[in-house]
Every structure is written in C-alpha cells, then in structure tokens.
C-alpha cells in the first residue's frame, strides 16, 4: 500500500510498562534517532494528502503518561473529525486507477482477514494526539523493535473499560452461538491477538494457505463490500456506548495493571543471574564519571569498597554500617539506592512501607518519638516483607547486636576518617590534648598566647576570640552554645573584638548575602546579622527562618562565612563541617554533655578534601573537670526502645495501625509481632514488673476502652488468644488523620461542640480547631500582649474565646496580676494564645512583624504555623471519616492552603510549584506568570531574562514542576470526570436487567 496507499499505525504510551534501558538513559543512540526521523518523515509524507491535517508536536523523549482515547483529540463523527479523515484517505485510495478494480477486496484483505495476525501494533506517544496506524506485514515485520511491549501483553491494554468489555461480550456470544456475525467477524480479526507476535514458521513457509484464507474473507464479506472503514468503527463505537462501564474507573484499571506488571519485571529481575550492567559497582560508567563531574569524587575510599563488594551487599542481606562522623558514609548509601533503581528497576524510598532500601542514623531509633516511628516502620516492614532490604548507617552505636538482632542484619564497622581529629580541653588558659593512654585521660598541650585587654576580658573570659582568630578567616570554625540566646550574644561579642581588616575579606559576597537575607524577609533583616555578616560571623539557631538558615548554610560553605555559633542541633541536622570546633560548655541547655552529643559535635570538625586536619576545643571550668574526663573516656551510649516509653505515639499507635492496615487482627498476631520488635528484643532489660504479654494486652484494653477498636470473639473458642480486633469509625479516622491518640477524644469532644455554634465570619474559630495541641504546653503567654490582642478582636470573635472558655476577666486579670479563683484549663489557654498568633499571621502574611508584636522569635512563629499547617490536614483526614463533620471538610480544605503558604491569595497556585517560595512567587506574579498555566507554558530563557537571581537549573525545574502539576489536576478532574459519567450501580434499569436474567 505504499503506492498511494494510507498507512495506519495505532500508536499508545507504554512508558510504565516497558523501562528505557540504561543506555537510552544515559544516552540518545545515534541510531535510534536516525531512525525515528525517518518514521516521523514517513508520517508526514502519509498525511500530505489530507484536507483535514490536524499538526502536533513530535516529543519522543519525554513521553507523559496518556490518558487519551484510541481517537486522540478526535471525539464525534462531525465533518472534522478523525472517522472523517481516515473516510477521506479510504476514498482517495480507492479512486486511483490501480487498485480500482480490487479496492474493497484490498480493505477487507487489510482490515478484516484473519491471517494478518502478524501485524504489529507499534506504540509510541505523539503530541497529544494518538494515531491509528495497521501496515501492511512486509513494513511491521522490518519494524519489529519499534515495538516494546512483550509478546503475552494485553492487546486490548490501552482500550477504555468499556471497549474491554465490549470486545469480551463479543467473544462470549461468539462462543455460545457457535460464531461471531460477520460484521463482528470481520472487526475482530482486524485485531491480532498479541502484539509484535512474530508471524508463525508454517504461515511463512506456505503462503498459499494465506490465499485461500483472504480469498474465503473475500467471499465472506461481499455482503459488507460497500461498507467503508468509517462505517466499522462508527459500528464499533455504538456498540462500545451501549457497553456496560465497570465499576472502576479506567484511569485505577490502568495503575493497577501497571503495577502488576513492574512487579512482574521486578522479579524476573531478581532472579536473573547477574544485575550487572556496569563496571562501577554495578553500575553504568556514566554514573562514575557523574560523580567526578558534581562532585569531584574519583575515587573510593578502600572502607567504601570493601563495603560495597561485601558478600551480604552482593546478596541483598540486610546490613547495619557504622563510622565517624565526615566518613563517607553517605557516599555508599547513595551507591546502594543506585543499584537499586538502575540495576534492579526497584523503587527506593525512605521509611516507607514499600521500600526497597531503608536508609536511616540508626542512632536515632533511641530518641524519644522519633525513634518510636522510626522502630514502628522498619518492624513493619520486616513483618510483611521478605525481599526488602534494610540498609543502617550510623555514626554512634554501642549495642549494636541488640540492632542486628532486631533487623537480622550483617554489621560493618570502621573507624576510618578522611582527616584526623585531634581533641583539646581547654581549662583558664591552658590547652591539654585529650590521650587515652595518659594516667588522666590528656595531657599538656600548650599555653593560649593572646594580649587581651581589661575590658576585653571582662566581655571574653573563656578566650573565645584568642580560639578563633587562630583559624578565621581563611579557615572555618564553628562554636556549640548551650542556648540559642548565648549564640547570638557570642557571636556579637566575638565581632566586637575582630579588627577592621576581617571586613574587607570576601567584601562584595558579604553584601550579596545581606541584600539576600532582606529579599527573602521582606526588607527585614536581624540586627544582630547586620553587625556580625560583614565580619564573616553569623549564628545558627531554631530561632531563624528556614529560608535564612538556607542562605546562611550557603554562605558557610562557599567561604563567604567563617565563622558559626550554633547550638547542638545542628550537629546532628546539618552536613557543615570546619577546621575547628569549640564547645563553649559541656551542657546542652542546662543537662550534661552525652557522650553521642559530645561525638556528634566533634565529629564536624575536619574537612575531607580541604582540611589536613580537624580539631576540637572543649572549654570547661575546673569543676566540670572530673565530669569531663570520665564523658571523653567513657563508651557510647546504649540505644534502647522507646516504642512503650512513648505511650500513646508508640505502642498503642503501633496496634492501631497494625488492626487498621490488616497486619495483625488478633491477639496472637499481635503479640507475635511485638516479640519482633527491637522492645520485644530488649523486652528482658526494659521489662521488670510487666512483661510483654501483658504490656499487649493492657494497650489493647485501652484502645478498646476509648473506643477505637472493637473486640471479636470466635465463635466457639473461648481462648483469648484468638480474639479478633476491627478498628471503629473514631478509631479509622484517628488513624487516617494520624493524631496522636491523648488528643483524638479531646480533638472530637472539640469538633462537636464547635458544630454547636461554629463562628465563620472569621477564620480565629477554625484556627483555634486547627492550633496544635502538644504546642500549647510549650507555650507561655505573654498576659499584657495577650490583653492586648483580645481587645483589637471584634465582639463576634471574643465570643470565640467564650465559648471554648476563655473569659475577658479571667485574661485581664492575669494581665494585672491578680488572684485568679476560678480553675481554667492552662492547655486551651495557652491553644487560644496561639490561635491569636496563627490569626494575626494570616491576616499580615508577614512573619517579622507578627514576630515583634508577641515578641517571639521568627523562628518559633514559623514553626508555629508549619505545625498548625500539618494538624490541620490531619483535622481534614479524621472530618472526612467521620460523616457527622461533613460541614467542616470545604472549610478545613482552604485553611490548610492558606495555612501551608501563608501569603496573599493570588500568590498560591504559584507557590505550589517546586523551588517557589514568597520571594519567588512575588517576582513571578509581577512579571505577569500569575497562574500554574502560565508557569508551564513559560520558557526557561525568558523567565531568566524577566526574573531577578534566577538560574537555568531553577528556571527549568520551575517550569516542569508546573507542567506536572498540571497533569496531574488534568488527571484527577478526568478522574472526576469518568466518576459522574459512571452508571450507578443500583439504577432501576439495570437492576430489572439482571433480576429478568437470574
């Protein structure tokens, strides 16, 4: 039919389906696309006779996932239609002079005969319009690697629900009459049955079977010899219309279908005898020359090999690592999720149930609630998984086989450091290096050598200056405060000291930084960061915004700043190293030094590649002495269990979740998975008067005392072992909503009462709903600030505080200082105080002055709001679950986005979109981008052009983040969509249907 002829390939996205190779990701084959251009100039060549061309954009690289129909952008049987095109091709074709004669013959032979089962079925996504295209079989079979989907897949993958049901209800009644009509005959063989299926070996070698088989058809069809293409697939179509939709939506049938089949791969994958695709561990050769491009690494360290070409690695066993701090331990944790993903074609995701690697600081599975989830998500996935691997690192372990036990786990361990850390202690004005085989534990190292004057000893008695001016400014130092008041004191104390010359280094970058800081605030900018940056010093503390520890982190690692005091979070939170670290005091706060907190500060100074050596400095007065020598000299702290400590956000969360998700529903299950946890294995150490079994049991009886689980007995089985748990409508909605089982009665008792007289003329009533309640016994009220803000509130709002029992006198005389008689509950106190906040903060959208109005750090005001942020989503989830709150779901939806950005109303939708924050955002709306829409169809070159500071990398990642986000509200409301369009189930027809039926 290349004579002339139309050419019809169906084309449809399988790029879930089939993965590109690793070279395709890596790299374009020259080849390949050599030979899409010759395909794409076939297409062109087929359609140039066409009145109605309908033009796309050719996109082979990045293929979006389609949702679209076999008919792509044509959807009726109107003139401009696609059944309209392919009528106006089948006409052409049949009016040239050489296939006059035999042109209905050639159609039905094409279209209809079942011999052509050898046709293939090429797939790939063009633009937005899918393309129906059946070659003849000499063209498909020289294009057999087009196609990518194996040969046992689904012909009808890409058809819609209804056409699947369609194509098997005509199977059925083909079967139970003995044969299909012959318009049904005739549409379905125009199918193959599998797609790129090779044409048999006995079709090959006897072509005249394929003759008489297209000359029976012929015969067969003369009856249908007027009916063009059109008339087939508008007969089709009315049949699919008239088809019944499944219960489910396309959209889900597809997903699932999906899923299944990347399991299928995942698993023919594993058991291959070789995931080998590279030299680089594994790994393709691009990969190694990536990291030597981004980030400089050439070559491993010998630990990093020996760890990665370890037995139990290679096996896919479970492994815990533990070393010093700055050891590369990242690097192998990266290497590892690689393999996965490239090797295996396994997702990696973290602390999830679903992962294939679970990379975590082991370390911190002691750390009050932190460590309870932690040690919940990984028992849950040793519970349910068999083929998940666990991968631990560490830097502080002490009892470790109680670890590998829990997680039956290898272990690695060394004590490998790229640079060498020299510990000092610093007592008066002496330095002494700390030395395991001295008598003592140290010995003398030096005399401190500084002129200081009278005054400046007064301001600096512990010598701080004299320590950092030995390294600043050509090298970094950090200095570990106890407060986060005493970080900003020190680091005003230290620029006090420094001479005018610490000004001039990195002048111009300092500056940078500053103007910075005032963009991303506002104008604003810390009085104690104006005085301290031109110096190269800042402070780093929970009291700074995110967006200003971001740039002050930047700034600390490009050189621009030398000079940090911080507190001990960032030790454990921050990846920023120095040449030199100074402990200010062995307390955090007002308790002792730990032994892992000591390791972990430390543990930053030294920086591989830069530094050839790394030092600590602990400053201790003489009555810490003692103390201090046994906290340098003593063994790491022993990890333990907090999954029973941490009551209602651990074990009893634990159990509602494993009744809710169907992990364990009795007894026995439960307990059984108990035992496996790392309590149950600490269970002889932890326990002393209850033991395990008995722990279960009462936290059973609770949750089922507070109403969030049912017990079921079986029926003849009086053991209680057996007993069966369900999870009740508050217990579901606890769990969907994830709140914290001591406040899930209060959050309802709450909700209930605020339905009573629920106050919307302003947000201050949802608010309060919304104000975290573990954030309210934190809290301490400023009482002449809070006088203060009650009285700028309307009457309408102070009623608010009425009615969840907070009076006018009851805060005026807090004010005053007077005798208060009457008992009110101090939590929903301090909650309205922060609902006040939350209030006035969404009113102004700017954190610095609402900062100043109630005189709390920006920080805490931003932490604030990111917190009532996330309680109000969880509000959202438990309301939905529980259909007597129907009224606040609308409401709680719009308060959590205004909540979770907290900006003017225009600037939202914008900051949706990866990397844009306020900042961001304003530029881009007053650059005229003031929608999602115009996000995504922005180009990278202008928007750098337009837009202060933006690079290419940002513009790019802006703009495809849009397109996503675009896509997938597409999908929901095609999703929506196909839900309203869907027959109910229990329609009055369809239920006498199938009642006549029975």
Same mark, same amino acid.
């Given at each position: 039919?290349?004579?002339?002829?139309?050419?019809?390939?169906?084309?449809?996205?399988?790029?879930?389906?089939?993965?590109?190779?690793?070279?395709?990701?890596?790299?374009?084959?020259?080849?390949?696309?050599?030979?899409?251009?010759?395909?794409?100039?076939?297409?062109?060549?087929?359609?140039?006779?066409?009145?109605?061309?309908?033009?796309?954009?050719?996109?082979?690289?990045?293929?979006?996932?389609?949702?679209?129909?076999?008919?792509?952008?044509?959807?009726?049987?109107?003139?401009?239609?696609?059944?309209?095109?392919?009528?106006?091709?089948?006409?052409?074709?049949?009016?040239?002079?050489?296939?006059?004669?035999?042109?209905?013959?050639?159609?039905?032979?094409?279209?209809?005969?079942?011999?052509?089962?050898?046709?293939?079925?090429?797939?790939?996504?063009?633009?937005?319009?899918?393309?129906?295209?059946?070659?003849?079989?000499?063209?498909?079979?020289?294009?057999?690697?087009?196609?990518?989907?194996?040969?046992?897949?689904?012909?009808?993958?890409?058809?819609? #629900?209804?056409?699947?049901?369609?194509?098997?209800?005509?199977?059925? =009644? /083909? @079967? +139970?009459?003995? !044969? *299909?009509?012959?318009?049904?005959?005739?549409?379905?063989?125009?199918?193959?049955?599998?797609?790129?299926?090779?044409?048999?070996?006995?079709?090959?070698?006897?072509?005249?079977?394929?003759?008489?088989?297209?000359?029976?058809?012929?015969?067969?069809?003369?009856?249908?010899?007027?009916?063009?293409?059109?008339?087939?697939?508008?007969?089709?179509?009315?049949?699919?219309?008239?088809?019944?939709?499944?219960?489910?939506?396309?959209?889900?049938?597809?997903?699932?279908?999906?899923? #299944?089949?990347?399991?299928?791969?995942?698993?023919?994958?594993?058991? =291959? /005898? @070789? +995931?080998?695709? !590279? *030299?680089?561990?594994?790994?393709?050769?691009?990969?190694?020359?990536?990291?030597?491009?981004?980030?400089?690494?050439?070559?491993?360290?010998?630990?990093?090999?020996?760890?990665?070409?370890?037995?139990?690695?290679?096996?896919?066993?479970?492994?815990?690592?533990?070393?010093?701090?700055?050891?590369?331990?990242?690097?192998?944790?990266?290497?590892?999720?690689?393999?996965?993903?490239?090797?295996?074609?396994?997702?990696?995701?973290?602390?999830?149930?679903?992962?294939?690697?679970?990379?975590?600081?082991?370390?911190?599975?002691?750390?009050?609630?932190?460590?309870?989830?932690?040690?919940?998500?990984?028992?849950?996935?040793?519970?349910?998984?068999?083929?998940?691997?666990?991968?631990?690192?560490?830097?502080?372990?002490?009892?470790?086989?109680?670890?590998?036990?829990?997680?039956?786990?290898?272990?690695?361990?060394?004590?490998?450091?790229?640079?060498?850390?020299?510990?000092?202690?610093?007592?008066?004005?002496?330095?002494?290096?700390?030395?395991?085989?001295?008598?003592?534990?140290?010995?003398?190292?030096?005399?401190?050598?500084?002129?200081?004057?009278?005054?400046?000893?007064?301001?600096?008695?512990?010598?701080?200056?004299?320590?950092?001016?030995?390294?600043?400014?050509?090298?970094?130092?950090?200095?570990?405060?106890?407060?986060?008041?005493?970080?900003?004191?020190?680091?005003?104390?230290?620029?006090?000291?420094?001479?005018?010359?610490?000004?001039?280094?990195?002048?111009?970058?300092?500056?940078?930084?500053?103007?910075?800081?005032?963009?991303?605030?506002?104008?604003?900018?810390?009085?104690?960061?104006?005085?301290?940056?031109p110096f190269g010093v800042a402070y780093h503390h929970s009291g700074l915004t995110s967006d200003e520890r971001k740039l002050l982190e930047e700034a600390y690692s490009t050189g621009v700043l030398c000079l940090f005091t911080c507190t001990s979070t960032l030790a454990a939170g921050v990846n920023l190293p120095a040449r030199r670290v100074i402990l200010r005091a062995p307390y955090v706060a007002k308790e002792f030094l730990k032994r892992n907190q000591?390791?972990?500060?430390?543990?930053?100074?030294?920086?591989?590649?830069?530094?050839?050596?790394?030092?600590?400095?602990?400053?201790?007065?003489?009555?810490?002495?003692?103390?201090?020598?046994?906290?340098?000299?003593?063994?790491?702290?022993?990890?333990?269990?907090?999954?029973?400590?941490?009551?209602?956000?651990?074990?009893?969360?634990?159990?509602?979740?494993?009744?809710?998700?169907?992990?364990?529903?009795?007894?026995?299950?439960?307990?059984?998975?108990?035992?496996?946890?790392?309590?149950?294995?600490?269970?002889?150490?932890?326990?002393?008067?209850?033991?395990?079994?008995?722990?279960?049991?009462?936290?059973?009886?609770?949750?089922?005392?507070?109403?969030?689980?049912?017990?079921?007995?079986?029926?003849?089985?009086?053991?209680?072992?057996?007993?069966?748990?369900?999870?009740?409508?508050?217990?579901?909605?606890?769990?969907?909503?994830?709140?914290?089982?001591?406040?899930?009665?209060?959050?309802?008792?709450?909700?209930?009462?605020?339905?009573?007289?629920?106050?919307?003329?302003?947000?201050?009533?949802?608010?309060?709903?919304?104000?975290?309640?573990?954030?309210?016994?934190?809290?301490?009220?400023?009482?002449?600030?809070?006088?203060?803000?009650?009285?700028?509130?309307?009457?309408?709002?102070?009623?608010?505080?009425?009615?969840?029992?907070?009076?006018?006198?009851?805060?005026?005389?807090?004010?005053?200082?007077?005798?208060?008689?009457?008992?009110?509950?101090?939590?929903?106190?301090?909650?309205?105080?922060?609902?006040?906040?939350?209030?006035?903060?969404?009113?102004?959208?700017?954190?610095?002055?609402?900062?100043?109005?109630?005189?709390?750090?920006?920080?805490?005001?931003?932490?604030?709001?990111?917190?009532?942020?996330?309680?109000?989503?969880?509000?959202?989830?438990?309301?939905?679950?529980?259909?007597?709150?129907?009224?606040?779901?609308?409401?709680?939806?719009?308060?959590?986005?205004?909540?979770?950005?907290?900006?003017?109303?225009?600037?939202?939708p914008l900051m949706e979109v990866t990397g844009v924050l306020e900042g961001r955002a304003r530029q881009l709306y007053n650059a005229g981008y003031k929608s999602l829409t115009h996000l995504a169809n922005a180009n990278p070159e202008v928007l750098i052009r337009t837009i202060d500071h933006l690079s290419r990398r940002q513009a790019k990642q802006i703009v495809s983040s849009a397109k996503m986000l675009l896509h997938e509200k597409a999908e929901a409301?095609?999703?929506?969509?196909?839900?309203?369009?869907?027959?109910?189930?229990?329609?009055?027809?369809?239920?006498?249907?199938?009642?006549?039926?029975?």
């Amino acid at each position: 039919m290349d004579e002339g002829g139309s050419r019809i390939r169906r084309r449809v996205s399988v790029r879930k389906r089939n993965r590109p190779s690793l070279d395709s990701v890596f790299a374009a084959s020259p080849a390949t696309e050599l030979k899409h251009s010759d395909e794409e100039k076939d297409d062109e060549e087929m359609v140039a006779g066409s009145r109605r061309r309908k033009t796309v954009d050719v996109q082979p690289v990045e293929i979006i996932d389609s949702e679209e129909d076999m008919f792509g952008d044509y959807d009726s049987f109107a003139e401009n239609s696609f059944l309209a095109q392919v009528d106006d091709l089948e006409q052409k074709y049949l009016q040239l002079p050489e296939h006059r004669n035999h042109a209905t013959d050639h159609a039905n032979e094409d279209l209809c005969s079942e011999s052509d089962k050898h046709n293939t079925l090429n797939v790939t996504v063009v633009g937005d319009c899918t393309e129906l295209n059946i070659g003849d079989h000499t063209k498909n079979q020289s294009r057999h690697e087009d196609v990518s989907i194996e040969p046992e897949a689904d012909i009808l993958y890409d058809v819609p #629900s209804s056409q699947v049901l369609f194509f098997e209800n005509l199977h059925n =009644s /083909s @079967s +139970d009459l003995g !044969g *299909p009509s012959t318009e049904e005959k005739d549409w379905n063989s125009s199918f193959p049955k599998t797609v790129n299926e090779e044409l048999p070996v006995n079709s090959r070698e006897q072509p005249q079977q394929t003759v008489e088989s297209s000359s029976k058809i012929r015969t067969s069809s003369d009856a249908n010899r007027g009916k063009s293409l059109k008339d087939h697939l508008k007969s089709t179509m009315t049949g699919n219309a008239k088809a019944q939709t499944p219960i489910f939506s396309r959209t889900k049938q597809l997903k699932e279908t999906l899923l #299944s089949e990347e399991i299928n791969v995942a698993k023919k994958t594993i058991e =291959s /005898s @070789s +995931d080998d695709l !590279g *030299p680089f561990y594994s790994l393709p050769s691009k990969v190694r020359d990536l990291y030597v491009q981004f980030k400089g690494i050439e070559k491993l360290y010998e630990w990093q090999h020996t760890c990665l070409t370890l037995k139990s690695v290679q096996e896919r066993k479970n492994l815990i690592y533990s070393l010093p701090t700055s050891g590369g331990k990242t690097l192998v944790a990266e290497i590892l999720m690689l393999q996965e993903l490239l090797c295996r074609r396994r997702d990696v995701l973290m602390i999830l149930p679903y992962v294939a690697i679970v990379q975590e600081k082991l370390h911190m599975i002691g750390e009050g609630t932190r460590g309870a989830i932690l040690e919940m998500t990984l028992a849950k996935i040793l519970y349910t998984s068999k083929t998940t691997q666990i991968i631990g690192m560490s830097a502080t372990l002490n009892n470790v086989e109680d670890l590998q036990k829990f997680l039956q786990a290898e272990y690695y361990t060394s004590q490998f450091r790229p640079v060498e850390l020299k510990e000092y202690l610093k007592i008066n004005d002496t330095i002494y290096e700390v030395n395991s085989r001295a008598e003592n534990g140290m010995t003398f190292s030096r005399l401190l050598n500084y002129k200081y004057s009278d005054t400046l000893k007064k301001m600096d008695p512990d010598h701080l200056v004299a320590l950092v001016t030995e390294v600043i400014p050509s090298y970094s130092c950090l200095v570990f405060c106890p407060t986060k008041k005493n970080c900003e004191n020190v680091a005003e104390m230290i620029c006090k000291s420094l001479s005018k010359e610490y000004l001039k280094h990195k002048e111009k970058e300092k500056q940078e930084v500053i103007q910075n800081l005032k963009n991303v605030s506002g104008g604003n900018l810390c009085r104690v960061l104006r005085h301290t940056i031109p110096f190269g010093v800042a402070y780093h503390h929970s009291g700074l915004t995110s967006d200003e520890r971001k740039l002050l982190e930047e700034a600390y690692s490009t050189g621009v700043l030398c000079l940090f005091t911080c507190t001990s979070t960032l030790a454990a939170g921050v990846n920023l190293p120095a040449r030199r670290v100074i402990l200010r005091a062995p307390y955090v706060a007002k308790e002792f030094l730990k032994r892992n907190q000591y390791k972990q500060m430390i543990g930053r100074a030294g920086r591989a590649g830069i530094d050839s050596v790394g030092e600590s400095i602990l400053i201790l007065q003489e009555k810490d002495k003692q103390q201090v020598l046994q906290l340098i000299s003593k063994p790491l702290e022993n990890c333990y269990s907090h999954l029973v400590q941490e009551f209602t956000k651990g074990i009893q969360t634990l159990f509602l979740s494993l009744i809710g998700l169907k992990i364990a529903t009795n007894l026995d299950d439960i307990y059984r998975f108990m035992s496996g946890t790392f309590f149950g294995v600490q269970q002889k150490v932890l326990l002393k008067e209850k033991s395990l079994w008995e722990i279960t049991m009462e936290s059973l009886r609770y949750l089922t005392e507070k109403g969030l689980l049912q017990k079921d007995t079986m029926c003849g089985s009086k053991e209680e072992f057996q007993n069966n748990f369900h999870i009740t409508k508050l217990g579901r909605a606890s769990f969907k909503g994830t709140i914290d089982l001591a406040y899930c009665d209060i959050l309802y008792r709450d909700l209930k009462k605020g339905l009573e007289g629920l106050m919307l003329e302003s947000l201050l009533h949802l608010i309060y709903l919304t104000t975290p309640y573990d954030m309210a016994s934190q809290c301490d009220p400023d009482w002449m600030i809070y006088f203060r803000q009650f009285n700028q509130l309307s009457p309408a709002e102070q009623n608010v505080a009425a009615l969840v029992g907070v009076s006018e006198n009851f805060i005026g005389k807090k004010a005053s200082g007077q005798a208060i008689r009457k008992k009110v509950d101090k939590n929903i106190v301090n909650r309205l105080y922060l609902s006040f906040i939350l209030y006035t903060l969404l009113k102004e959208t700017n954190i610095w002055s609402v900062s100043e109005k109630f005189n709390m750090p920006r920080g805490y005001i931003q932490s604030l709001l990111s917190a009532a942020a996330a309680f109000s989503s969880c509000v959202l989830h438990f309301c939905e679950e529980l259909e007597e709150f129907w009224v606040y779901r609308a409401l709680l939806g719009e308060l959590t986005k205004k909540l979770t950005y907290c900006v003017k109303a225009e600037l939202i939708p914008l900051m949706e979109v990866t990397g844009v924050l306020e900042g961001r955002a304003r530029q881009l709306y007053n650059a005229g981008y003031k929608s999602l829409t115009h996000l995504a169809n922005a180009n990278p070159e202008v928007l750098i052009r337009t837009i202060d500071h933006l690079s290419r990398r940002q513009a790019k990642q802006i703009v495809s983040s849009a397109k996503m986000l675009l896509h997938e509200k597409a999908e929901a409301l095609q999703e929506e969509v196909e839900e309203l369009l869907r027959l109910p189930s229990d329609f009055p027809g369809l239920v006498a249907s199938s009642t006549e039926k029975a």
